[in-house]
């Protein structure tokens, strides 16, 4: 069947002219000195020496862009400095013996910079020229198998070029220029701005200058008012509660006349430097929103009409305090307060009734842990690793064990491992059906795997703070704060071993016609197991370390001790609970990946 | 075909978001397939497929990589859904089925042979072997009773406890041929079976299953990208190219008679000894001119040209072949070499 199998030749044109488009016989020529090794190092392309960006954009060789563009940046940069720190040495100059230090540092960056700066520019420029044009064969090599490469010369990547230029260049150049910003001169610029906002509002004038005079008016008005009261000889209680008061205002007045001053003498510089060349600009100020509080009461109405038990929430608003008004963060993170506050009291009895499903299910933990004796617990370790992994596994948890037990350490041990079953049960309910609906629906793993990756990255301590909002502090929380830092790479592994069984595995399947549910059962998560399995080990694993963050709002155990001797200073005692903890940890995770390698079969 | 076990009408696959659209407009406007690629973003897996399967037979479809033939295949039992057409199975439309009725057929009257085997690695042979009738609810007795039967009929008693990974390569697709006879389908869905196998073993399972075959009389649609297996195997042969079945028939009318340049070239390289019947080459008698006296060799018109070169050395007289006692053609030489070249009917 020799002549049957065509091979299909699309119909590209892979040549050297149609990939550069101009200047054929040059690049031609270049690139078969490159391929033949026979180019010179110094071999440079003059327009990638002169203007490398304006080059590589019009060539479409994008890294060449960027990098160009970043080597020039930064020498721009370097030698702004120069231009920065030398008005600033003129003036320590005019003052030779009052800036003795000043003169040789800002002497010596003068230097610095400029040598660097320049070395940059040059070297940079040559080193561009002589990379252009072996990079832009590598180009053409990788468009010789994709034509969607870029190719030829085309005047639109030299505009886009340029936009990104004029974006990146001028204001970066411009901050190198600047001493660094007062922060709280663009704060008060912001407050000032507001102030004159209010002012005019107030005195309904648009215009600074009636503004002023509006102003000024008032301050007369109230000065003439309090030189009056001042110059009482006997003045009655009422009189010299009026001059307090008229004091009061003449003094916010005078205020808020230097803030239109101030607003005025706020020039265009001053306010591009603080929008645009230091932090990102305080875009919206609100007026704080009312300060509520929600408390479950009893209901007397209805107590009165016989349901015995009726409580209801009531809610308590302390209007905003006048003038206060707060950036998009501090707003959002006390919507999120109220938010809480109202859960808390609305739904108080399904927090009630989870924190005591929580408390049991501990407490049953936590009694079969602590009040076996220890010999049995030990012996059932002992076993366990005897059973499942090698000798040198089993001394070590002996090993392990007989730390725990010699330094008193045994019962705090106990009731952290209860703490990790019980949270590792939790994870494994909730994680597997969720991991299994993950692989099963693209739209929830969409949805899904960024919350996870957040539920990973958030710092476990930010956990502590909602768990205490909700639960209060004691071990519930702490289980369900654990929970949450553990749970992901319970539900991501067992997603991706039931995403990884092969396709035509499942094909079979299919084909001998298994249902969904028989697919899952019989043979997506048996295959599955393993990776199920490692996502068991890692979510003890960090169920573990949580345990001792979690002992900030009142789990008990080796975290504890952790936690405490932190509060007290007591390295020894914080050290030797913190190797008990890694202890327990090894001894679980050699026992687990022990028994997952005896029932693995794949 | 009245008795059709397979039965494939007008069978189109279009892959693609826009499938159905594209559909229409290849029905309306008859564009072909990079228009369909260029307009909707769609690609054609299979166009236009129609072929049946008598009861018994062994349909084999053969085609090179990416022409179709395993998208073709799995609309038999609707593994992938067709953009058009109709299939049917003994005669109820599979695409009419509901889901439970086609989980039925799929596990009773049809069984799928996987080219990369495709067997459970978590569970013993036995249990693999089982599959289809655990999926039905048997239970466990009856379903390793059955399941040994089926290793008894590949040759592999005995093994029923050992995982899928402790078995070599030929010996893991005779499992996955357990699988599928084991709930005793009328139908075997072949796909590429033996082609990840290495030669010999290949020609032994071959041997096998035909062996087999000729006992158990499955009505089997075998895929294959090889032209040699297909001759082996196919009672019949169909080549598709590009989604296109272009030619059906016996191996002997597509060596003989190729519908096109493609077939022709397929066919070029293939022995033509085993293949070609005498009638195919033979001039008929007026056209030899006279025969004279006798020790003229003799053959019917039904044997291959391997008898004819046989009669043929033993004397230096030209066949003769006769249907029953009359004369209906004359095979000289000439005739033959050229016959055995492929020129006879150039």
Redesign the interface.
């Given at each position: 069947m020799s002549g049957a199998e065509k091979i299909e030749v699309e119909d590209r044109d892979v040549s050297v002219g149609t990939f550069v488009a101009q200047n054929e016989p040059y690049f031609s020529n270049v690139f078969e000195r490159l391929q033949r090794s026979e180019l010179p190092r110094w071999h440079m392309n003059i327009w990638g020496l002169l203007v490398p960006w304006l080059w590589a954009s019009l060539r479409g060789v994008w890294l060449m862009f960027w990098l160009a563009l970043a080597i020039d940046i930064l020498a721009i940069v370097c030698l702004m400095q120069v231009v920065k720190f030398t008005p600033l040495l003129e003036e320590a100059l005019k003052n030779p013996e009052a800036n003795t230090t000043l003169i040789p540092r800002y002497t010596g960056w003068i230097n610095t910079y400029n040598a660097m700066g320049w070395i940059l520019l040059i070297g940079g420029r040559f080193w561009m020229g002589s990379q252009a044009n072996r990079w832009y064969y590598n180009q053409y090599s990788r468009w010789r198998i994709d034509h969607a490469v870029a190719h030829g010369v085309v005047f639109k990547r030299v505009v886009i070029g340029l936009v990104i230029m004029a974006i990146c260049a001028p204001l970066t150049t411009y901050r190198a220029t600047q001493i660094r910003l007062d922060e709280r001169a663009c704060i008060s610029q912001v407050r000032t701005a507001e102030t004159v906002e209010d002012l005019l509002a107030r005195y309904n004038v648009d215009d600074f200058a009636s503004l002023e005079r509006s102003v000024a008016d008032e301050i007369t008005v109230l000065q003439t008012a309090f030189d009056r009261l001042d110059g009482l000889e006997n003045p009655s209680d009422a009189e010299k509660a009026e001059r307090t008061q008229t004091r009061r205002d003449l003094r916010a007045m005078t205020r808020e006349g230097e803030a239109v001053a101030e607003y005025q003498a706020i020039t265009p510089k001053d306010r591009f430097d603080c929008n645009f060349i230091d932090d990102f600009p305080t875009l919206a100020r609100f007026d704080a929103p009312p300060e509520i509080r929600y408390r479950r009461v009893p209901d007397e109405e209805a107590r009165a009409t016989g349901d015995e038990d009726a409580t209801k929430v009531i809610v308590q608003e302390s209007p905003p305090v006048e003038g206060r008004r707060i950036n998009i963060f501090t707003y959002n993170a006390e919507a999120i307060d109220t938010g809480i506050n109202y859960l808390r009291a609305q739904y108080a009895g399904i927090f009630d009734a989870m924190t005591n499903v929580l408390r049991q299910s501990l407490i049953r933990v936590e009694v079969a842990f602590m009040q076996t004796p220890w010999p049995v617990v030990a012996f059932l370790f002992m076993a366990l690793a005897w059973a499942y992994t090698n000798r040198a596994t089993t001394i070590f948890v002996a090993g392990s064990l007989a730390f725990l037990a010699a330094f008193e350490l045994w019962q705090v041990a106990m009731q952290t491992m209860a703490l990790v079953v019980v949270a590792t049960a939790i994870c494994v309910f909730v994680g597997l059906p969720v991991g299994i609906w993950m692989a099963k629906n693209k739209l929830f793993r969409w949805i899904n795997e960024p919350i996870l990756d957040v539920m990973q990255t958030i710092p476990s301590l930010s956990y502590l703070v909602p768990a205490v909002a909700f639960f209060g502090i004691s071990q519930p929380p702490a289980v369900l704060a654990t929970v949450i830092f553990a749970i992901p790479p319970m539900v991501k592994l067992t997603a991706l071993g039931i995403l990884q069984v092969p396709e035509s595995t499942k094909e079979a399947a299919l084909a001998f016609g298994a249902s969904e549910r028989q697919l899952l059962r019989k043979v997506e998560l048996p295959m599955a197991i393993p990776s199920i399995m490692a996502g068991l080990n890692q979510t003890i694993m960090l169920a573990l370390s949580m345990a001792t963050i979690s002992a900030f709002i009142g789990a008990a155990g080796l975290g504890a001790l952790v936690t405490e001797s932190l509060g007290d200073a007591q390295a020894g005692k914080g050290l030797l609970a913190g190797i008990a903890i890694a202890l327990v940890a090894m001894m679980i995770d050699r026992i687990l990946r022990g028994i997952r390698a005896s029932f693995s079969r794949i | 075909m009245s008795d059709a076990v397979v039965e494939l009408e007008n069978v189109w696959k279009i892959f693609g978001e826009r499938a159905s659209d594209a559909m229409d407009a290849v029905r309306q406007e008859g564009i072909g397939k990079p228009e369909v690629l260029e307009r909707f973003g769609a690609v054609v897996g299979v166009k236009d497929a129609s072929f049946s399967v008598a009861k018994g037979e062994i349909f084999c479809l053969m085609g090179?990589s990416g022409s179709g033939k395993s998208t073709l295949v799995r609309h038999i039992?609707r593994?992938i859904e067709p953009t058009a057409g109709t299939i049917r199975i003994m005669g109820e439309d599979i695409g009419a089925m509901k889901?439970e009725q086609l989980?039925?057929?799929?596990?009773?009257k049809?069984?799928?042979v996987?080219q990369?085997m495709?067997?459970?690695?978590?569970?013993s042979v036995r249990d693999n072997i089982g599959?289809?009738l655990?999926?039905?609810g048997m239970d466990g007795y009856t379903r390793a009773k059955a399941a040994d039967r089926a290793l008894e009929t590949v040759s592999l008693h005995g093994y029923g406890d050992r995982?899928p990974?402790e078995l070599s390569g030929g010996m893991q697709q005779r499992v996955g041929l357990a699988?599928a006879l084991a709930?005793d389908p009328e139908i075997l869905?072949m796909d590429e079976p033996f082609s990840a196998l290495d030669p010999l073993i290949r020609r032994n399972l071959q041997d096998e299953f035909l062996s087999l075959s000729q006992d158990v009389k499955k009505t089997t649609v075998f895929i294959t990208h090889d032209?040699d297996e297909a001759i082996r195997m196919g009672d019949r042969i169909g080549i598709m190219k590009d989604g296109e079945i272009v030619q059906i028939g016996t191996a002997e009318d597509i060596v003989t008679a190729p519908a096109d340049d493609?077939v022709a070239?397929?066919v070029?390289?293939i022995s033509r000894l085993k293949l070609v019947s005498a009638s195919k080459i033979m001039v008929s008698p007026e056209k030899h001119g006279p025969i004279n006296g006798d020790g003229y060799p003799v053959a019917r018109p039904d044997d291959d040209l391997d008898t004819l070169v046989g009669l043929s050395t033993g004397s230096e007289k030209p066949v003769l072949i006769k249907d029953g006692d009359v004369l209906v053609g004359v095979v000289s030489k000439d005739t033959l070499l050229t016959g055995l070249q492929g020129g006879a009917e150039a």
């Open positions: - | 090179l039992n593994l889901a989980r039925a057929t799929r596990a009773d049809i069984g799928m996987f990369n495709a067997l459970l690695p978590h569970r599959f289809a655990e999926l039905r995982l990974s699988r709930a869905l032209l493609y070239d397929f070029a390289g």
